[in-house]
């Protein structure tokens, strides 16, 4: 065979490689980036040390004033995308919605195959942010909180046990795997920290007694 016709072939090939992907025939998601590492523990408890002790304040509050599930590439909002990152063989469809895969979710142990079982936890809840400062945030500052993919605030967990959370802080709801719960308080620490939110006594108390023993 002359090189003409091999790079003819080879070229045949990469636009018949390019067409079927276009038409969804290929719907093998891309690589997504893994779920971030909270901090150590010895860094949560410098952290904890800083936070401000405050009562908190509900006053005002409207979930709808975090924009949350904003688009993120394409038909991609954040939900889906926290899905396809903690999923396994995660596939999905023209829209982004998850056909098929795996999720397991840290806070109970559990594992489910449907995406409708799973909820995207906010680690720190918006209402809590809202009690502990956040009412007094932009818009916009309110919407990269509740979208944010870079710390530890987003994770995939069994739904009920996400509805069962609701807006509890530490004091008053732990993942019932006890294996997370170091995990947990460093990522709520670090979140906290990072927005220069408050905690309240009772809510101190409990990070620190957690902090302890990790």
């Avoid at 590492?37 to 401000?52: E, F, K, Q």
């Avoid at 990152?85 to 982004?96: A, I």
């Avoid at 809590?128 to 909180?145: C, K, L, P, V, Y």
């Avoid at 809510?203 to 620190?208: D, G, I, N, P």
Wanted: hydrophobic letters at 35%; one cysteine or more.
């Amino acid at each position: 065979m002359s090189k003409f016709y091999a790079r003819r072939r080879l070229g045949t090939a990469a636009a018949l490689t390019g067409l079927i992907a276009s038409i969804g025939l290929f719907n093998a998601p891309a690589a997504s980036a893994a779920l971030p590492t909270p901090v150590s523990a010895a860094t949560a408890r410098g952290y904890l040390s800083a936070l401000p002790v405050r009562t908190e304040n509900r006053a005002g509050y409207d979930r709808d004033l975090f924009p949350h599930w904003i688009t993120v590439s394409g038909t991609c909002n954040t939900r889906e995308t926290i899905l396809k990152r903690d999923g396994t063989n995660v596939v999905t469809n023209s829209s982004c919605a998850a056909t098929s895969g795996s999720w397991y979710s840290p806070y109970d142990g559990a594992t489910w195959s449907a995406a409708s079982d799973v909820d995207i936890d906010h680690l720190v809840p918006l209402s809590e942010a809202w009690d502990s400062g956040a009412g007094s945030w932009t818009t916009s500052r309110r919407q990269a909180f509740a979208n944010d993919r870079t710390r530890p605030q987003l994770l995939a967990v069994t739904d009920n046990v996400n509805q069962s959370k609701g807006d509890q802080d530490p004091a008053t709801w732990m993942p019932s795997r006890s294996a997370y719960r170091c995990t947990y308080v460093r990522a709520w620490v670090q979140v906290k920290y990072y927005y220069d939110l408050s905690v309240d006594t009772s809510e101190k108390s409990a990070l620190q007694g957690y902090l302890a023993s990790c």
